[in-house]
């Protein structure tokens, strides 16, 4: 029997026959991990597994690659924070889709785990949240080797002036470098490189940006698939909550 327990973050449930579920979670030692819960699609387990939550697993299998089983302890239920508004609930499935949709299986991310449940934790916040989520997806994409360098002109070395990111390096480029390339590179708001206003169209600006990595490096890598629709959803609401 192979077994282990670890701190995580509930991404997906699903019902699993009659009355068990299937959980995927991303625990800070073991990166996503799925198991069976058993009597998971009970209604005194049901509310306590849903994504978002915190909770501390156990997982067991005969064998190591054996879909297996855990035991659930609840430590932080985000139910009522996800459900206060709209902004909230797109913000927690954007997280929780991405994350099940990028993370290789059974691949340790012990800091990106961090930032995660510390934008989690933000998530009845609603004047922070925006931008905070802005700074996940930044490192989000950091940590799957895919990073923006926004210190400094990629042709000119010149740090002032900074208007562009290339598509191809993911390089800050300055106004004046880009010359006439400039309508073949993507935008630099201030806000990304944590200067200038933060309001809710600075942020969705930048996260076109973040976005265009995030589906032509970070997905595009991961076969047929698309970016999950629940970022649209929550960018929508970004623009919604600022107006």
Request: charged share 20%; proline share 5%; hydrophobic share 50%.
């Amino acid at each position: 029997m192979i077994s282990w327990r670890d701190d995580a973050a509930i991404l997906a449930m699903r019902p699993f026959g009659e009355s068990s579920a299937i959980i995927e979670v991303f625990s800070a030692n073991h990166g996503r991990h799925a198991g069976v819960v058993r009597g998971g699609a009970s209604r005194k387990i049901a509310p306590l597994i849903q994504p978002g939550a915190q909770v501390n697993v156990a997982w067991a299998a005969r064998l190591d690659d054996h879909l297996g089983s855990f035991t659930v302890e609840p430590v932080r239920s985000r139910n009522a924070a996800a459900m206060a508004d709209r902004l909230s609930l797109a913000g927690l499935n954007a997280v929780c889709a991405l994350l099940l949709m990028v993370l290789p299986e059974r691949e340790s991310h012990p800091l990106l785990y961090q930032r995660s449940i510390a934008l989690l934790d933000l998530l009845d916040q609603r004047a922070v949240w925006p931008l905070a989520y802005l700074r996940w997806e930044q490192a989000l994409l950091e940590e799957m080797g895919f990073g923006l360098d926004l210190s400094a002109c990629a042709a000119s070395g010149v740090n002032e002036d900074l208007a562009f990111v290339s598509p191809k390096s993911g390089r800050a480029v300055s106004r004046d470098a880009a010359g006439v390339w400039a309508d073949r590179l993507l935008p630099l708001p201030p806000v990304l490189a944590g200067k200038g206003d933060a309001s809710g169209v600075e942020i969705a600006k930048a996260l076109g940006t973040t976005g265009f990595f995030i589906e032509n490096r970070l997905i595009k890598g991961l076969g047929d698939r698309n970016v999950p629709a629940a970022r649209a959803r929550l960018i929508d609401a970004i623009m919604r909550a600022d107006g």
